[in-house]
T-cell receptor, first 112, second 115 residues
Framework: DGGITQSPKYLFRKEGQNVTLSCEQN?????MYWYRQDPGQGLRLIYYSQIVNDFQKGDIAEGYSVSREKKESFPLTVTSAQKNPTAFYLC???????????FGPGTRLLVL | AQKVTQAQTEISVVEKEDVTLDCVYETRDTTYYLFWYKQPPSGELVFLIRRNSFDEQNEISGRYSWNFQKSTSSFNFTITASQVVDSAVYFC????????????FGAGTTVTVRA
């Protein structure tokens, strides 16, 4: 089945720790995105990538990093510099950047 | 700058009632895309519709219908004869069609359908 997978479903982070959220797609989409969702709010863009080995900051990139070494994978690292990381993180992809974005099931990150 | 406003935070209806979700947007672009997504309790966003600003025709898909009015910058969504499975958070979103395709989301409207 084609789709977007995110793992883990729940992730716990200790103070000062970096954690990496996985996002994989087998839709052969060129563009991939990371969003953050806080309770009662819409989604905010963290990073996006139009092609392999290229990515751009979104509206709230501080404290996060990404890589795009393979077309199907776009992992997000939440660094210790992100002081308020507790949120729901959603990954999305689209055939090209101007096309409709399709979303994965999300990862909920909690701070211990 | 682009902005999407969903003024209704929560709507609660009884099954079989109709429910209309409001979406008002702001953009300086003459061409743009509008979207609706559904987020059920599982969390995944489900794509419902994309509308190009050139196309002002209303659309119906089963129990869902959309009313796009460029004159009032609105893109409202109606669920007819609501069902319990329609309970979810619904997001309206806006993107440009040139250069920068980032989605700007509204805050979402939580719809609860009671049996």
């Amino acid at each position: 089945d084609g789709g977007i997978t995110q793992s883990p479903k729940y992730l716990f982070r200790k103070e000062g720790q970096n954690v990496t959220l996985s996002c994989e797609q087998n839709l052969n989409h060129d563009a991939m995105y990371w969003y953050r969702q806080d309770p009662g709010q819409g989604l905010r863009l963290i990073y996006y990538s139009q092609i392999v080995n290229d990515f751009q900051k979104g509206d709230i990139a501080e404290g996060y990093s990404v890589s795009r070494e393979k077309k199907e994978s776009f992992p997000l690292t939440v660094t210790s510099a992100q002081k308020n990381p507790t949120a729901f993180y959603l990954c999305a992809s689209s055939p090209a950047q101007q096309e409709t974005q399709y979303f994965g099931p999300g990862t909920r990150l909690l701070v211990l | 700058a682009q902005k999407v406003t969903q003024a209704q935070t929560e709507i609660s209806v009884v099954e079989k009632e109709d429910v209309t979700l409001d979406c008002v947007y702001e953009t300086r672009d003459t061409t743009y895309y509008l979207f609706w997504y559904k987020q059920p309790p599982s969390g995944e966003l489900v794509f419902l519709i994309r509308r190009n600003s050139f196309d002002e025709q209303n659309e119906i898909s089963g129990r869902y219908s959309w009313n796009f009015q460029k004159s009032t910058s609105s893109f409202n969504f109606t669920i007819t004869a609501s069902q319990v499975v329609d309970s979810a958070v619904y997001f309206c979103a806006l993107s440009r069609t040139l250069n920068d395709y980032k989605l700007s989301f509204g805050a979402g409207t939580t719809v609860t359908v009671r049996a």
